[in-house]
């Protein structure tokens, strides 16, 4: 590090804050991203009576997002490390907006299985895109709380307009309420592609941000690289133990959030017996403490960056506490009090937002040149647990008639997710691999 960039990153009030604006956009994003793909939930009411669906064929529907998210994420990848981060979320944020849209034109089963597949293909690259945004404007020490930013709206985004959504679909329908939302989505698209800039095209950051930025490990605009796709690619990154083990623990977290967002309010109103009232009061308690543990691991790991200058325990180890939290969802099976279950829970939702740190050490390990391929062999593992979670506790809960072993097997996915941290991960830092 030259003087001139020494000089400026030791100066704060020299620099521009420009990544923070950025960083305002992909927390937008997020909210905007889990509203279009949760918003399903909220009609599916007044939609399975108007379209004539019954609740099993509503759960095929619910999975479809993921099969084409999960499928479409290293097509994502490569397009993104192809064309950029800005034209790949400008079209990836218009076309799942649309899709969202569409839902409220659906007339049946094909037609909205159809839209779905649709929303998830075109949701694929959100997270790759906030990754390498990311890893692209933030110094490494700024990345872990970077990433808590804009992951918290995925909790809060359900938790603060789940009230103002309820209204609208009252007032106006089920189909409106697709409408609108969508609506909305394309709006921000047009302020994404306004004010989105890589750093060297960006015209509000200052030389002594730039220089702060590539003092912390920030990247060059790798934009400009435009990779090639080859699939010996694909083979020598899942061969790195860093981003196979990273995804195995994503998964493992994953599978605790698809909990939460699919058969949580089922499991209050049927295991636990509480009112639908009740349960709209106690539900938005665990997604709170959720949006907590993203912002507190962030912090934390951060804070220990500085002061153990280690990526090792700042990015491992509130990971590794947040999978011990979520596997302490087993609780819940040996308490009967409302009061005690929701604490549990919520304590478990609490690590699991901590997992969502699990974006920054990806971040901190892919190859500079294949940054969004990995970024979607990342998120391709992880949202197997969107698959994968709802059918298993429909299956468990089909062959016992309870939610027991349903968080038996949430439980012992954190533990999964656990062990491949402390064995598999290994070190923490960038990886390097031959160019083809």
């Given at each position: 590090m030259n003087h001139t960039t020494a000089t400026y990153a030791g100066n704060p009030a020299a620099r521009t804050r420009t990544r923070f604006t950025m960083l305002a956009l992909l927390a937008v994003g997020t909210i905007i991203n889990y509203m279009d793909r949760t918003v399903l939930g909220i009609a599916a009411p007044l939609m399975t009576q108007d379209l004539q669906i019954n609740a099993a064929l509503m759960g095929l529907v619910f999975s479809a997002f993921s099969w084409t998210y999960a499928l479409a994420q290293i097509p994502g990848g490569i397009f993104l490390d192809r064309f950029g981060s800005k034209l790949t979320y400008f079209l990836a944020l218009t076309f799942w907006s649309i899709f969202t849209g569409l839902q409220g034109a659906a007339v049946g089963l094909k037609s909205l299985l159809l839209v779905?597949?649709?929303?998830?293909?075109?949701?694929?690259?959100?997270?790759?895109?906030?990754?390498?945004?990311?890893?692209?404007?933030?110094?490494?020490?700024?990345?872990?709380?970077?990433?808590?930013?804009?992951?918290?709206?995925?909790?809060?985004?359900?938790?603060?307009?789940?009230?103002?959504?309820?209204?609208?679909?009252?007032?106006?329908?089920?189909?409106?309420?697709?409408?609108?939302?969508?609506?909305?989505?394309?709006?921000?698209?047009?302020?994404?592609?306004?004010?989105?800039?890589?750093?060297?095209?960006?015209?509000?950051?200052?030389?002594?941000e730039l220089d702060y930025i590539a003092a912390g490990g920030g990247l060059e605009d790798v934009k400009a690289e435009k990779t090639k796709f080859a699939w010996g690619d694909v083979m020598k990154l899942v061969r790195i133990r860093q981003i196979w083990g990273a995804s195995l623990g994503q998964f493992a977290g994953n599978t605790t959030l698809v909990f939460f967002l699919t058969w949580f309010p089922t499991y209050l109103a049927t295991e636990r017996q509480m009112g639908w009232l009740k349960v709209g009061f106690f539900a938005v308690l665990p997604f709170?403490?959720?949006?907590?543990?993203?912002?507190?691991?962030?912090?934390?790991?951060?804070?220990?960056?500085?002061?153990?200058?280690?990526?090792?325990?700042?990015?491992?180890?509130?990971?590794?506490?947040?999978?011990?939290?979520?596997?302490?969802?087993?609780?819940?099976?040996?308490?009967?009090?409302?009061?005690?279950?929701?604490?549990?829970?919520?304590?478990?939702?609490?690590?699991?937002?901590?997992?969502?740190?699990?974006?920054?050490?990806?971040?901190?390990?892919?190859?500079?040149?294949?940054?969004?391929?990995?970024?979607?062999?990342?998120?391709?593992?992880?949202?197997?647990?969107?698959?994968?979670?709802?059918?298993?506790?429909?299956?468990?809960?089909?062959?016992?008639?309870?939610?027991?072993?349903?968080?038996?097997?949430?439980?012992?996915?954190?533990?999964?997710?656990?062990?491949?941290?402390?064995?598999?991960?290994?070190?923490?830092?960038?990886?390097?691999?031959?160019?083809?």
């Open positions: 779905r597949f649709g929303l998830g293909v075109s949701e694929a690259p959100c997270f790759p895109v906030n990754s390498r945004v990311v890893a692209t404007w933030f110094p490494q020490h700024e990345r872990a709380r970077a990433t808590g930013i804009y992951t918290v709206g995925e909790y809060l985004g359900l938790a603060c307009f789940a009230p103002s959504l309820f209204w609208l679909m009252h007032n106006f329908g089920w189909r409106a309420l697709f409408v609108v939302v969508g609506a909305v989505g394309v709006l921000f698209a047009l302020v994404w592609w306004r004010v989105y800039r890589e750093p060297k095209d960006s015209t509000t950051v200052n030389q002594a709170l403490a959720a949006a907590v543990g993203v912002m507190f691991g962030g912090w934390i790991s951060d804070w220990l960056l500085k002061r153990t200058g280690s990526a090792n325990v700042a990015r491992k180890l509130p990971i590794i506490c947040g999978l011990i939290g979520s596997a302490s969802i087993i609780g819940a099976n040996y308490v009967d009090s409302d009061v005690a279950v929701i604490a549990i829970l919520s304590f478990a939702f609490f690590g699991q937002g901590m997992v969502g740190l699990g974006w920054t050490l990806i971040s901190d390990v892919a190859p500079k040149q294949l940054m969004g391929l990995t970024g979607g062999i990342f998120n391709t593992c992880s949202n197997l647990a969107g698959i994968v979670t709802p059918l298993v506790i429909g299956f468990i809960i089909s062959a016992t008639g309870s939610f027991f072993y349903a968080l038996v097997y949430v439980c012992a996915a954190a533990v999964a997710g656990l062990l491949a941290y402390v064995f598999v991960v290994g070190d923490v830092r960038r990886v390097q691999i031959e160019e083809n």
